[in-house]
């Protein structure tokens, strides 16, 4: 009754919504008002794990079936959410899950821990095009697979390509921006990867497509480039940059500007947020070891230190929320098959992933944007936005 009681005292203070808690077979109330989502437990959470952190605790507890939302998990989410800098962290405690190593060996297996899950996974959730990152809804019936050629395209379009151009993408991911590229403007491309699963795809799709005279594919750290003698005319890089870690942001940067030629053009996507945070633990030693998310200035402020002039930042933010949703749909349409090949406390865990970041978007606890910038002075582009 005392643990119960330390528990509920502790919930009380998300009390800007209003929401009830069944454990034991009694109701608590938090919150005033009409109740936006009933969370049913087991037990109850320790409180001390509660305090050390609230997003691993309460995550831990729905991966286990301990914690239990009725009706809709991502609206239950979406209203908590709202609440997320109330949550705890005890930065001691969590050094070592929040603070990792950003060599060059550990970002390898922490990359893979991710990405080399299977491609046969990822293709149950994605589109055909294989995009994990976030689409570009122009019009309210787009469908994910038109979101994601939609996003490629603005993307193209923003680097301002012309035929016989060499265009280089940093975590290049199954390959589908490069072949677009090909097809669409005669480039030569080079993507790099650390993932061994998304490697072998490209490949594949590469020979499949007949591009084997304009796209290649490498098992290769972005930290190589710094000392490589590639060159080329543009560089892209989408949703990479959260996997660098805040120490090695100027770094990625120099390496950008090492392989790209002058006057040429770099086009960042990467989830950020307002100011600089360490990060979740629950997102870190479950979904994204080492990834951190960062904020906007921080990267224009790296970017101006290599002389990188900025030609338009644009936020995505509700377009990741509404991409978090389509996959999120397309998770559950495949949760039996993902039944087959995992646990289910793997089946739990990337539930929680799709829904919390789908209501972290909508939230604006993050944001996502494109920066579009030139090595050094480039006059030879229109002068509008939308060219």
């Known amino acids: 009754m005392l643990k119960e009681n330390l528990m509920i005292k502790i919930l009380n203070k998300f009390d800007d919504i209003c929401f009830l808690v069944i454990l034991d077979g009694k109701e608590y109330k ?11 437990l087991k037990e109850s959470i320790p409180v001390n794990q509660l305090l050390s952190s609230t997003s691993l605790a309460l995550g831990e507890a729905y991966m286990s079936g301990n914690l239990e939302i009725e009706g809709n998990l991502y609206d239950a989410l979406d209203h908590f959410m709202c609440e997320m800098d109330k949550f705890d962290m005890d930065k001691k405690s969590m050094k ?5 190593s950003i060599s060059k060996k550990n970002q390898e297996k922490e990359v893979r821990s991710h990405y080399d899950i299977g491609n046969d996974f990822y ?7 294989m ?15 038109e979101a ?39 480039v030569h491309g080079t993507g790099i990867t650390l993932s061994v699963e998304q490697y072998n795809e490209f490949k594949n799709r590469i020979v499949n497509e007949g591009l084997e005279d304009l796209l290649e594919v490498k098992l290769m750290d972005y930290r190589e480039l710094k000392h490589s003698d590639m060159k080329f005319d543009r560089v892209v890089s989408v949703g990479m940059l959260e996997h660098v870690g805040r120490d090695n942001y100027q770094l990625f940067i120099d390496c950008v500007n090492n392989v790209l030629k002058p006057h040429g053009l770099f086009l960042l996507h990467f989830i950020s947020g307002l100011k600089e945070h360490p990060g979740d633990p629950w997102i870190k030693k479950y979904i994204f070891p080492g990834g ?40 559950k349409e495949h949760i039996d098959e993902v ?12 539930e929680l992933y799709l829904s919390s970041c789908a209501a972290v978007f909508h939230n604006g606890i993050v944001d996502i944007h494109q920066i579009l910038v030139s090595k050094g002075i480039n006059n030879d582009l229109p002068i509008v936005r939308w060219y």
């Open 148 to 186: 994601q050629v939609n996003k490629v395209d603005y993307i193209l379009k923003k680097l301002y390509l012309k035929e016989g151009m060499s265009l280089l993408d940093i975590g290049c991911g199954w390959g589908f921006l490069l072949i677009e590229a090909a097809k669409k403007y005669k």
């Open 96 to 100: 070592k899950l929040i603070f990792t």
């Open 292 to 331: 951190v998310i960062p904020s906007l200035r921080e990267i224009l402020n790296c970017l101006a230190e290599d002389n990188f002039h900025t030609l338009d930042v644009e936020n995505l933010r509700n377009h990741y929320n509404r991409t978090l949703l389509c996959w999120e749909k397309n998770y």
């Open 131 to 145: 995009s994990y990152s976030c689409g570009y809804f122009l019009n309210d019936n787009d469908t994910l697979y």
């Open 30 to 40: 938090i919150g005033e008002g009409k109740p936006t989502f009933t969370a049913k």
């Open 123 to 129: 293709k149950l959730w994605l589109d055909e095009t």
């Open 339 to 350: 039944r087959k090949m995992f646990d289910e406390e793997f089946v739990r865990m990337w």
